[in-house]
């Protein structure tokens, strides 16, 4: 990956953490012992904050509110999510995409692969292994490696961490003197730093460094 940025960084900093802030209550949601698991944080328990996270990040077009909160009980009540999170190479989210598509379009003819919704949605609840797919990250990926874009979130995630392993420091030393968010694992806010200088790399916000 080429050499991040100061102005970069320092964006990617800003922005990583108004959106942490945002989303605070998830990214540092902490299952339980008795039971309560990732399906159980705010942002699948609340139908009202469901609908600002499907609304800020533009998810599932073409997928009417009543089939929208019907996915949602359907993620909240059931173990499959958190099956999903527990494949920390992102297989699990490809295996869930495929099996709610199959489900859904039998209501829903344009439900399609939820990538997105559900990698978002995994790195809310482990920020410090997932990081969302996201077309403007999937170009800066792309970018980044010299490949064509990666085909599965499984790819997805493996190209992500063979960039965060090049990076790390540089993301970790530009840190090390800031205020950071959360305490909540040593790499889950620089993964974040990251995602955003992956979609930068992608050519989003370019009017705004421009």
């Not at 008795?34 to 139908?47: D, K, T």
């Not at 790499?187 to 995602?195: E, H, M, N, Q």
Request: hydrophobic share 40%; aromatic share 14%; glycine share 6%.
């Amino acid at each position: 990956m080429q050499s991040i940025s100061s102005e970069w960084l320092q964006f990617a900093y800003w922005m990583a953490g108004a959106n942490w802030m945002t989303w605070r209550r998830d990214y540092e949601f902490e299952p339980l012992d008795s039971g309560i698991r990732f399906s159980q944080m705010p942002v699948l328990a609340n139908g009202e904050r469901y609908d600002a996270f499907v609304g800020n990040y533009s998810l599932l077009h073409g997928v009417q509110g009543t089939l929208r909160d019907e996915l949602r009980q359907r993620l909240h009540l059931n173990p499959d999510f958190d099956h999903a999170v527990d494949a920390i190479d992102g297989s699990g989210i490809d295996v869930l995409a495929r099996e709610l598509r199959a489900e859904f379009q039998l209501k829903c003819p344009r439900f399609g692969f939820q990538r997105s919704f559900l990698s978002k949605l995994a790195a809310f609840a482990r920020p410090d292994v997932f990081v969302a797919w996201d077309e403007f990250a999937r170009k800066g990926v792309a970018r980044c490696t010299g490949r064509r874009r990666d085909a599965s979130y499984a790819e997805y995630l493996t190209s992500v961490n063979g960039i965060w392993d090049d990076v790390k420091p540089r993301i970790l030393n530009f840190l090390s003197d800031k205020n950071v968010p959360t305490q909540r694992h040593d790499t889950a806010f620089p993964r974040r730093v990251l995602d955003v200088c992956l979609m930068l790399y992608g050519g989003r916000w370019r009017v705004e460094l421009s």
